[in-house]
């Protein structure tokens, strides 16, 4: 179901809604005060559904109504469960049957649409994919189900999770040849620039994930996936709480990839509580038979993060700053401009949340740099190893980069496509790329296919020791002489970063993070915009990052701050 709302649309969808025979539960609904699921938690719904106040039906039909009147300016939506007032319906009668299988009981919640569901297409935003309905869900379409969650909606999302075009015309951020640009809530016009009026966003929505829906309240949360930013980088864009999880915490079974190295889905939620809520359920009751790494980690009792959820989870906890890089600009080995660092405005968002974290009993360790960020060798040097990627990393201009994304690509989403049998469109990487060139005038390949035809070069077999050996540096600058070693090094619990700039680190580490949003800071990019146009604010989230597995220390760090601090606000366009 192509989404293309207007004003007749939501009167005749609304007068639909009225005329249908409500669930049993609906009849004997005690009157107390309405209930508006605008900035909702999931226990605030729970409680209401209790109190017979309201009925999933009821959360279902409050959300579809805010889809009809708002995602024409947002575009956060590519397809809607058409049976999702049924559902609601079905788990309405268990509930008044006395059957409630947790907290995610009749909640609606959206999926990105890179993971399989078998009553909705999954298209991963590409034309080739357009209409697929996969022959098997993934398996975390199934551990919500079961959970009791009803699936709305599949987000939008960057095309094929943004590895199709680098540079020189890299595809910007939640762009993809389906629906083109979604628009963030916190902002939602198009960039004014001459160089970039293409239709994209003014203000980003970053990350290949999508979190325009959840931050504009079209449904409770949503899950996006990451293979380097994907989840943490939307979050912090639109003040949302994302769970980064430790690669293998969550199965991967029936995701469309990148590669199986660095990808994980994971929660996006406006409060820490509904995130853990979320994850618990998506790391499923048992480990997956398809994704070996799902016992990677020993999960808590009943899968249940929400005894982590302590006010006082800061208290005598040691926090590590990262100043090199993240906060301060540093020279690379032989280098001679700075990279990175904050600005002023971010500098002073960061001190308040240093502040209010010292507040709660932290213990800060300023500095706690990172060893492979400031290590002066060219060889053991973070900054100095970058992912592959565009045109200028094509084959034989690859040598000082990771080949692991398009080694992984190119072994992966063959694999994916292997699995759906007859129901795939295309059989091969190769063919994707040629569908694309055949359908460029239909929007396919708007911004080009460097980074397909980077990774359908790759020869698995020819190849294969060069990737073995480039994933090997991965792990070991960002995780043993990364991550852990600062861990290491200052007894630390935690590692706090700006927004979500300690992506790409984690990510290669397969190492968990949770955002949670703070501040704000001016939307001043390089190129300035035109004279008399007015940015409103950018948002800016507050990382924390631990080890692989510490998912529970993380999310008891993240809600002491998050009961701290209080700063997540909402887009106030979209009441």
């Known amino acids: 179901m192509k989404l293309a709302f207007s004003i007749v649309f939501l009167l005749s969808f609304t007068a639909a809604l009225n005329a249908q025979t409500p669930a049993p539960a609906h009849e004997t609904r005690t009157k107390l005060q309405p209930f508006s699921v605008v900035e909702a938690t999931i ?19 409050q959300y579809l109504l805010r889809i009809a009147l708002y995602n024409r300016r947002l575009n956060a939506v590519i397809t809607i469960n058409p049976n999702a007032l049924k559902e609601a319906d079905a788990l309405d009668r268990e509930r008044a049957q006395g059957k409630v299988r947790g907290p995610l009981h009749g909640i609606p919640i959206a999926l990105k649409d890179n993971m399989q569901t078998t009553n909705m297409p999954t298209t991963g935003g590409a034309l080739a ?44 951020g939640g762009y993809n040849g389906l629906i083109g640009y979604s628009m963030n809530p916190y902002d939602p016009r198009r960039d004014p620039r001459p160089d970039t009026f293409d239709g994209r966003p003014v203000l980003a929505t970053a990350g290949s994930s999508s979190g325009v829906g959840t931050a504009a309240n079209f449904w409770a949360a949503n899950v996006g996936s990451e293979t380097s930013g994907s989840i943490l980088s939307p979050s912090n864009q639109t003040m949302l709480v994302g769970i980064k999880p430790t690669v293998g915490r969550i199965s991967r079974h029936g995701i469309i990839p990148i590669t199986a190295d660095q990808d994980t889905a994971g929660p996006m939620a406006r409060t820490v509580t509904d995130a853990a809520i979320l994850f618990g359920a998506l790391e499923g009751a048992a480990p997956d038979p398809n994704d070996p790494a799902t016992r990677k980690c020993t999960p808590p009792p009943g899968h249940d993060y929400r005894k982590f959820l302590n006010r006082n989870g800061l208290k005598g906890a040691r926090i590590g700053i990262p100043r090199a890089f ?69 084959k034989g201009k690859d040598d000082n980069c990771s080949v692991v994304f398009k080694y992984g690509m190119k072994r992966d989403f063959n694999k994916w496509l292997e699995s759906l049998g007859a129901a795939a469109p295309v059989k091969s990487l190769t063919e994707l790329r040629n569908f694309n060139l055949a359908h460029a005038k239909a929007g396919a390949i708007k911004y080009g296919q460097s980074q397909l035809d980077n990774a359908d070069e790759m020869d698995l077999d020819a190849d294969r020791a060069r990737y073995e050996a480039d994933r090997a540096k991965d792990v070991r600058l960002a995780g043993a002489e990364g991550i852990d070693a600062a861990l290491k090094k200052y007894n630390l619990d935690a590692l706090v970063f700006p927004g979500s700039s300690v992506a ?7 190492y968990p993070t949770i955002i949670v949003p703070f501040g704000t800071v001016p939307n001043a990019p390089a190129i300035p915009f035109p004279p008399g146009f007015v940015a409103r604010p950018a948002p800016l989230g507050v990382s924390f990052t631990g080890t692989a597995c510490s998912e529970p220390r993380l999310v008891e760090l993240s809600y002491g701050f998050e009961q701290a601090s209080k700063r997540r606000a909402p887009p106030p366009l979209f009441p």
């Open 43 to 61: 226990p605030e719904m729970q409680t209401a559904m209790k109190q017979r106040r309201v009925t999933s039906r009821d959360l279902v039909t």
């Open 129 to 172: 994919f357009d209409g697929l309905i996969p022959p098997y869900e993934a398996t975390l379409t199934k551990n919500l189900r079961d959970a009791g969650a009803i699936i709305i909606a599949k987000t939008t999302m960057t095309e094929l999770a943004n590895w199709v075009a680098g540079g020189p015309t890299p595809m910007p």
């Open 326 to 394: 993240y906060y301060d600009s540093v020279v690379a080995p032989g280098e001679t401009a700075p990279r990175e660092g904050l600005n002023p405005d971010q500098e002073k968002v960061m001190d308040e949340a240093i502040a209010a974290l010292k507040q709660q009993g932290a213990v800060i360790i300023d500095p706690a740099d990172i060893p492979s960020i400031v290590s002066p060798d060219p060889q053991n040097n973070l900054l100095k190893w970058n992912t592959c990627s565009g045109l200028e990393n094509a």
């Open 504 to 510: 790409s680190i984690a990510a290669k580490a397969g």
